[in-house]
């Protein structure tokens, strides 16, 4: 269950033009992180309408060793640029850990990653977790080249696309239903795609025209939460999936793609 905690910053640094890398010091969290698993941070400029609205933000990595977890964010709006400006040694107020760990397994040979956006850096998390025992493609989207994760960021067994558009859903129809070779989607043991939701719609019927059947599980998407309590009394996150009213914060990040329509 999530709970409150006041952490240390022990590195905050900028990585691109847009985005940043956060440390903190987190021994008990650190251990039982997942990807997946988000912190919900009390951004606290006071100039800030939204004050009170904790923003969640995804793990991109832990450091077991050295106790400590990342977070990677672009400080696109005033909480996030409020937290810019800490420093190391400060503390930050944030819960966690938010949400559901994603299901890795040994069964996962060929890792298929697509990603676009803030929602990247749970997918750096997998990556760096499944290196070791698969093998991993990460293609990430952006509509900016500055909003691209670093290559450094990942192991280097990794192979990392990037492609930079302002249309995510047609860069991901690109991508996956080339006209000139075989779709990575038919060799995949499993894909796991965090993007906007029209990306998601078409890469949905992009996995329905690829693959002949399709298992539940095969295919895992993200669904990110906007500013809110973070427990899944305030609604805000509420997404209707298959016709059902889901809460992200506390149903998810994760979902299966199937269950979006399209």
Same mark, same amino acid.
């Given at each position: 269950?999530?709970?409150?905690?006041? $952490?240390? &910053?022990?590195?905050?640094?900028? +990585?691109? =033009?847009?985005?940043?890398?956060?440390? *903190?010091? !987190? #021994?008990?969290? /650190?251990?039982?992180?997942?990807?997946?698993?988000?912190?919900?941070?009390?951004?606290?400029?006071?100039?800030?309408?939204?004050?009170?609205?904790?923003?969640?933000?995804?793990?991109?990595?832990?450091?077991?060793?050295?106790?400590?977890?990342a977070?990677?964010?672009?400080?696109?709006?005033?909480?996030?640029?409020?937290?810019?400006?800490?420093?190391?040694?400060?503390?930050?107020?944030?819960?966690?850990?938010?949400?559901?760990?994603?299901?890795?397994?040994?069964?996962?040979?060929?890792? $298929?990653? &697509?990603?676009?956006g803030?929602? +990247?850096? =749970?997918?750096?998390?997998?990556?760096? *977790?499944? !290196? #070791?025992?698969? /093998?991993?493609?990460?293609?990430?989207?952006?509509?900016d080249?500055e909003?691209?994760?670093?290559?450094?960021?990942?192991?280097?067994?990794?192979?990392?696309v990037?492609?930079v558009?302002?249309?995510?859903?047609?860069?991901?129809?690109?991508?996956?239903?080339?006209?000139?070779?075989?779709?990575?989607?038919?060799?995949?043991?499993?894909?796991?795609?965090?993007?906007?939701?029209?990306?998601?719609?078409?890469?949905?019927?992009?996995?329905?025209?690829?693959?002949?059947?399709?298992a539940?599980?095969?295919?895992?998407?993200?669904?990110?939460?906007?500013?809110?309590?973070?427990?899944?009394?305030c609604?805000?996150?509420?997404?209707?999936?298959?016709?059902?009213?889901?809460l992200?914060c506390?149903?998810?990040?994760?979902?299966d793609?199937?269950?979006?329509?399209?």
């Open positions: 269950m999530a709970r409150q905690h006041t $952490l240390v &910053i022990a590195d905050h640094r900028q +990585l691109t =033009a847009r985005l940043r890398w956060l440390a *903190l010091h !987190a #021994p008990d969290l /650190a251990r039982d992180a997942r990807p997946g698993h988000a912190l919900l941070v009390r951004c606290d400029d006071p100039d800030d309408q939204y004050r009170l609205l904790r923003r969640p933000l995804f793990l991109a990595a832990t450091m077991p060793e050295i106790g400590q977890l977070l990677l964010y672009e400080p696109h709006e005033p909480g996030l640029a409020w937290l810019a400006c800490r420093l190391p040694g400060e503390t930050l107020d944030v819960v966690g850990l938010s949400g559901r760990p994603f299901p890795l397994n040994d069964r996962q040979c060929n890792l $298929l990653l &697509i990603g676009a803030a929602r +990247l850096a =749970a997918l750096i998390f997998i990556a760096r *977790l499944a !290196a #070791p025992c698969a /093998a991993v493609t990460l293609f990430a989207f952006a509509d080249q909003c691209l994760p670093p290559p450094f960021l990942l192991p280097s067994a990794i192979e990392y990037t492609t558009d302002t249309n995510v859903a047609a860069s991901v129809a690109a991508v996956l239903q080339p006209t000139d070779k075989t779709s990575m989607l038919a060799w995949a043991d499993a894909v796991v795609a965090a993007l906007p939701q029209e990306a998601l719609m078409e890469l949905g019927r992009i996995m329905r025209s690829v693959r002949l059947r399709w539940r599980g095969f295919a895992q998407m993200l669904i990110e939460s906007p500013p809110g309590c973070g427990f899944g009394a609604g805000t996150c509420a997404v209707e999936l298959r016709g059902r009213v889901r992200p506390v149903e998810g990040p994760w979902f793609l199937r269950e979006v329509g399209g």
